[in-house]
Nanobody, 127 residues
């Protein structure tokens, strides 16, 4: 069983920054790709960013391009989502979805293609 745990959410002012963490634990799981999604109340889960660790490519939602970046610490089995210049449209519960294998680019934005999810972490942007 693979466990995924997000953390690092909180309240931040517009223009501020947060760094979310996603730690994977459980049975041996080597992640070759990971995505972050977010879901605001009353809305569908929305793609944010996808990183193919093996191929090196990163894909962004247009709304976060230039503001969000992704990195990882292999020793800690942890992926980070650095969010800068947070805007009023960014508040949501943010979810991490690691994948054992990379997937076709045409599928990365669809949450049904991911098997492992955490409980999410809430991000609030307010003055």
């Amino acid at each position: 069983q693979v466990q995924v745990a997000e953390s690092g959410g909180g309240l931040v002012q517009p223009g501020g920054s947060l760094r979310l963490s996603c730690r994977t634990s459980g049975r041996t799981f080597s992640s070759n790709a990971v995505a972050w999604f977010r879901q605001a109340p009353g809305k569908e889960r929305e793609f944010v960013i996808y990183r193919d660790w093996s191929g090196g490519a990163t894909y962004y939602a247009d709304s976060v391009k230039g503001r969000f970046t992704i990195s990882r610490d292999n020793a800690e089995n942890t992926v980070y989502l650095q969010m800068n210049s947070l805007q009023p449209e960014d508040p949501a519960v943010y979810y991490c979805a690691p994948r054992r294998f990379r997937m076709a680019v045409g599928s990365i934005r669809r949450p049904e293609h991911y098997d492992y999810w955490g409980q999410g972490t809430q991000v609030t942007v307010s003055a």
